[in-house]
């Protein structure tokens, strides 16, 4: 009898399979989320969809392929009505997203599996994840469904990257850049373009943060970049690669150990 080793993939498995780690108490799907969206004239519309891609797949290799962690086919398009100004970007409604998000975490749940872990690549949407969320944990009540975006609460991120990226950077700047030159080198452009948008926004307002405002990236660059994505290499891609791919692993692997997601957790783990 051959030995047929149980990928981590969710689509590869077959029926029987599902069914016998559903059952497991520590059952755990992750659902990575990204966007076709422009990034500027140097890098891919995919970005944000290839880097939750790959992080994940780093994150995979430091679990044991037995335990019953599983992960959907990532979701590419995403809710990125900001950069609608510039050709290729596809975005879908915030209303539809939400609705996908409650018809399939509600089917997981009815599967019988535990946790669903929502893994955003596109700082866009971590509102509407977050909310969708929340609408699916109310429909689906003996699931923990946690939120999490990528880039947030990653330790080291300051020593690696400048105080113009870490208070400008939005969108294909530097770390962007960087980290695309690591992962994928053949898909970044030569242009490096540089549009900060310092003195822009009114006192005390951001584009992303506490007091954020409803805009739009043509109001700010005509590139489609926001930052300044000069000084990119693969050496700064390669660490943030490292630091995002251990923060995940930490993140995934202390949901795993929570069966319901009470009040303590919703606070522990509000990313």
Known sequence: ??????????????????????????????????????????????TDSIFVDEIISEVFKLFSSDIPLKKLPTQYIGFSPEHKGFAGTISLSSNLITSMIKEVGGQLSEMGFKRLILINGHGGQISLLNTAARELRSFAPGMAVFPCFLWSGVNGL????????????????????????????????????????KGQIPEGWSLEGNAPTAWLTDD??????????RGANESLGNNLKELL????????????????????DLISFAF
Do not use: C
Not at 5 to 13: A, D, G, M, V
Not at 35 to 42: I, L, N, R, S
Not at 168 to 190: F, I, Q
């Open 220 to 229: 700010f660059s005509k590139s489609g970049v926001i930052g300044d994505s």
């Open 1 to 46: 009898m051959n030995f047929k080793p149980i990928p981590n993939k969710f689509e590869y498995l077959n029926w029987q399979e599902i069914e016998s780690i559903a059952k497991d108490k520590r059952s755990t799907v992750i659902w990575p989320f990204g966007a076709v969206e422009q990034h500027g004239p140097h890098l891919p519309l995919a």
């Open 158 to 197: 300051s020593e690696l990257l400048t105080k113009t990226e870490i208070e400008y950077g939005l969108h294909a700047s530097l770390a962007e850049t960087s980290l695309m030159l690591a992962l994928k080198p053949e898909l970044v452009g030569d242009e490096r373009p540089n549009e900060v948008i």
């Open 245 to 264: 791919s251990s923060r995940e692993y930490e993140y995934i692997n202390s949901l795993r150990h929570t069966h319901r997601a009470t009040k303590v």
